[in-house]
């Protein structure tokens, strides 16, 4: 037990060093790009980095299901199936891709107007990063459920830091948005190519017993709706609010939310590397029936305190941050970060409790929490959007409650665990 307590900090110190310099890249792109291109510019490339973030829903969730059953099967020793997981997750991306593709190709001009893009090539340009994320995600799974965290980390580095120097170079030449999208597809493809280094042993593993006892589908099935549920609303929370501001605001008011949303989700980072950490470390305790409640609290401590920590210290020094990282045509985005955090704050504590109850298997309640909380976000919108700043505390204080039912509900679950076990000794 102590072992296993120790190992979580460990893994989590390690994915936080990785993380964070991922992190830093990704904050230097933001910042060059802010001050490279014109405010209006800035704000179509980070529509289309948001549009990639809703549209990678599929590759977020393949990559939890693919570390949930990497795990479970390396928990119980069962290498030899790891291939099948892997192949099945590659069928289950390549259906994922063709119907995104389809459905995006017919709602193209749609989409275009919907978030006043200058040219449906930039929805096409997401589209494509989309399907190599999906490719990305079955080896980020990979590494994960097998705890391989430091090249799981070194991944993340990779996109990122691909993204910022790529960006760099094609942005200065003139290509503008194109240059971003490529830069996208050039750091993810690295990463990929690495990820592969370090799967083939799995992927080449031969073992005719392993097709005898496949994953059951029938389960495979109903955890992967739970998850795509669940997980589909949270992304599309967390990716989703420059694009409801896209589609209130004027591209000015779009960028200044852009450099406000970049500084305040600072908050969320810092605990990307407990969220990672967490969910194969809970995925093996509760497949061998250890308890996972320390290492919950554990995550929520880390975690959620660190980015409370981080929001409040957003809040205090905003004016100095967004003065030194992009400068004084940005300072009108000071009045929008404090309702910035308070939407973050609640994301990370609500992404939290979701990688520790779908580790758990227990995503029934929290997918229909999930998928209240983003209708009510959408529906509200509508009335509550006289300016940015009531339209994120709205967003935040919706999230706020939905992290409340959860939280109530995780307790609901343990307390009648613990009236079994005690019955169970009577």
């Known amino acids: 037990m102590k072992k296993t307590e120790q190992e979580f900090e460990k893994n989590s110190l390690i994915l936080f060093v990785l993380m964070m310099s991922a992190n830093v890249c990704n904050y230097l792109f933001q910042i060059v790009m802010g001050n490279l291109m014109e405010v209006e510019q800035y704000a179509q490339a980070n529509t289309v980095v948001s549009l990639v973030g809703v549209l990678s829903i599929p590759t977020t969730i393949i990559t939890m299901i693919s570390a949930r059953y990497i795990a479970l099967n390396a928990s119980n020793g069962r290498y030899d199936r790891i291939r099948d997981v892997i192949r099945l997750m590659l069928k ?3 259906c994922i891709g063709l119907v995104l593709a389809i459905v995006i190709l017919i709602l193209l001009n749609k989409i275009t107007i919907l978030f006043a893009m200058d040219s449906r090539y930039y929805v096409i340009g997401a589209l494509v990063i989309t399907i190599v994320n999906l490719c990305y995600s079955i080896t980020s799974g990979t590494l994960q ?5 430091f090249q799981y980390g070194m991944q993340s580095i990779m996109i990122a830091a691909g993204k910022l120097i790529f960006s760099i170079g094609l942005v200065v030449l ?8 490529t830069a996208l597809l050039l750091g993810t493809g690295i990463a990929i190519v690495y990820g592969m280094h370090y799967m083939k042993k799995y992927i080449l593993h031969r073992d005719e017993a392993s097709a005898r006892h496949g994953i059951d589908l029938k389960e495979f099935l109903r955890y992967s709706f739970g998850t795509i549920v669940a997980q589909g609303c949270v992304i599309a929370l967390t990716n989703g609010d420059i694009l409801l501001v896209k589609a209130y605001f004027d591209d000015t008011q779009a960028g200044l939310y852009s450099s406000a949303s970049v500084i305040g989700k600072i908050a969320m980072y810092v605990s990307t590397a407990i969220v990672a950490t967490l969910f194969p470390m809970v995925v093996e305790k509760h497949q061998k029936g250890e308890s996972t409640e320390k290492l919950f609290w554990k995550a929520m401590l880390y975690g959620g ?7 409040v210290s957003m809040v205090l020094f905003g004016k100095l941050v967004i003065s030194l990282l992009f400068g004084e045509r940005y300072m009108q985005a000071i009045h929008i970060l404090p309702a910035v955090c308070v939407y973050v704050v609640a994301l990370t504590f609500i992404t939290i409790m979701m990688n520790y109850l779908l580790a758990i298997d227990r995503v029934k309640v929290f997918g229909t929490a999930m998928v209240t909380a983003l209708a009510a976000v959408i529906v509200l919108s509508v009335w509550f959007h006289e300016s940015v700043v009531q339209l994120m505390t709205m967003t935040g204080c919706v999230l706020l409650v939905a992290f409340v039912v959860n939280f109530l509900y995780l307790q609901y679950i343990r307390y009648n665990s613990k009236k079994k076990n005690e019955e169970k000794k009577v």
């Open 305 to 311: 305190g660190m980015a409370v920590i981080c929001a």
């Open 92 to 94: 289950f991306a390549s």
């Open 145 to 149: 459920g097998m705890k391989h965290f």
């Open 174 to 181: 003139g290509w503008k948005v194109y240059g971003i999208i």
